[in-house]
């Protein structure tokens, strides 16, 4: 029996974690679970796992817990409080699925504490790959991927060396846009951008993957958790979503995990590894998938990924600089203060503009975040 935390618990991925754990009693028990303001669902979570404890981020929303669970557990707020409850000695497992930066620090408090991280939250490699691929060895944690296609890569390298890894190939599904010509891209609403092919998702993330950012974000993933640099880090169009990832060897031999696009699936083998857990979930029928189809991004149309790329190969606190301007200006898209074409602009200008930290330190990190994001908001105001 394996004790969860399981921060950002009302999210999409925490929600499907909480499917995992139903489907396991045996396996998995709940040991605290967060929100960031969806106090009814958490109640809801609270009812039927009965965790030791909870948190939320907002204030009122943990104030309102306390009135009626306070007598029955422990009710936090505030990264504080998430940091608190990724750091308890009963806890064997963190699941990672905060969105965005707000992550990083939760993540580091269970690294801190050696545990074993399934990471959903991959801004917190983007921000800080570095310093939490240095923290993990100090600490001896374990990060596995919850991410579908670094869990592919993951289970492509079990008994593999990764001496022998000649390229990593992540598929992206192309998002909705795949097919809109350049000169429609300036008109792309909210609505339209939240309708993925594939995935059901939290809408940032969704967004990402309407830009490609998704993928640039995932590239720089990629590059920390196998220790693989950039030019040997390549993504291919696979509009099926059925193959997750690959990984080309040495020897020019290709390694693919297949399976049916459901987050459980990589969820379920980051909690289980390296065991497989058995499930009744729906199997993969190839006849009746018929062909898969393979394409070239588009660089033009999708100027994000190109953008992630740079930033890598520029390290230091750019893909710091990178992330925080894409969460603000998804923000703002998603409020209808920005265009679709505006987000990669805002990032391009963030980065032309900031001042570079290499090696930098948690504090050059969030200085860097937190100037970026005052930066584009200003700028942005002044614009409009
Ligand atoms: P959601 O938006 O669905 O959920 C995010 C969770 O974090 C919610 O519990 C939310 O609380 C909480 N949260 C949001 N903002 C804050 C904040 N500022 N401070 C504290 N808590 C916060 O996101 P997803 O589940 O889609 O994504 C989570 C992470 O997993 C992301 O990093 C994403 O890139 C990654 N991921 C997601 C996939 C997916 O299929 N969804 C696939 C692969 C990776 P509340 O409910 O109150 O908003
Ligand atoms: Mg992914």
Known sequence: MRTLTILGSTGSIGTQTLDVVRSNPARYRVG???TNRRGQLLAEQIREFSPTGVVAFDPVVAQQLRAEFGS???VLEGEEGACTVAS????????????????????????????????ANKETLVAAGELITRLLKQHNAELIPVDSEHSAIYQCLVGESSAEIEQLILTASGGPFRELPADQFQHITP???????????????????????????????????FDVPPE??????????????????????????????????????ALGWPQRIPNEYQRMDLPLIGSLAFAQPDFQRFPCLGL?????????????????????????????????TDIPRCIERALERAEIVDSPSLTDILTADARTRADVRRENASTK
């Open 191 to 225: 609505a339209q951008a939240l309708r993925h092919p594939n995935w059901s998702m939290g809408p940032k993330i969704t967004i990402d993957s309407a830009t490609l950012m998704n993928k640039g974000l995932e590239v720089m993933e990629a590059r920390w958790l």
């Open 32 to 34: 605290y679970l967060t």
């Open 88 to 119: 308890r000695p009963e806890v064997d497992i963190v699941v990672s699925a905060l969105v965005g930066f707000a992550g990083v620090g939760p993540t580091i408090a269970a690294i801190q504490q050696g545990k074993r991280i399934a990471l």
């Open 308 to 340: 992630a790329f740079d930033a890598l190969r520029r390290g230091g606190t750019a893909p710091a600089i990178l992330n925080a301007a894409n969460e603000i200006a998804v923000a703002q898209f998603l409020d209808g203060q920005l265009r679709f």
């Open 232 to 269: 040997n880090i390549d993504v291919v169009v696979h509009p099926q979503s059925i193959i997750h990832s690959m990984v080309q060897f040495v020897d020019g031999s290709v390694k693919a995990q297949l399976g049916l696009p459901d987050m459980r699936l990589p969820i379920q083998y």
């Open 72 to 74: 029955q557990l422990e």
